[in-house]
């Protein structure tokens, strides 16, 4: 990446929560479309459904410290 400008000053502690807002509001709507298609008390969507939560939460975290970097500060 190259030089960076700010364009607006923004609260970052803001757009994370942002971000994991979005983040649970997706992992609800496919759970809801899991469901449609794998009974909910079966093996499989259980372990599907831990799978999923785990990754999208990883890959939200990594996104978010790519971002803004660590921000293990603001949160505690």
Request: net charge negative.
């Given at each position: 990446?190259?030089?960076?400008?700010?364009?607006?000053?923004?609260?970052?502690?803001?757009?994370?929560?942002?971000?994991?807002?979005?983040?649970?509001?997706?992992?609800a709507?496919?759970?809801?479309?899991?469901?449609?298609?794998?009974?909910?008390?079966?093996?499989?969507?259980?372990?599907i459904?831990?799978?999923?939560?785990?990754?999208?939460?990883?890959?939200?975290?990594?996104?978010?410290?790519?971002?803004?970097?660590?921000?293990?500060?603001?949160?505690?």
């Amino acid at each position: 990446m190259g030089n960076s400008t700010v364009v607006q000053e923004i609260d970052t502690l803001d757009i994370v929560k942002s971000i994991g807002r979005e983040n649970k509001r997706f992992q609800a709507i496919f759970l809801q479309k899991l469901e449609e298609v794998i009974p909910k008390n079966s093996p499989e969507y259980q372990q599907i459904r831990k799978f999923f939560l785990d990754e999208s939460s990883n890959n939200t975290r990594a996104v978010v410290r790519e971002i803004f970097g660590d921000i293990d500060y603001l949160i505690m």
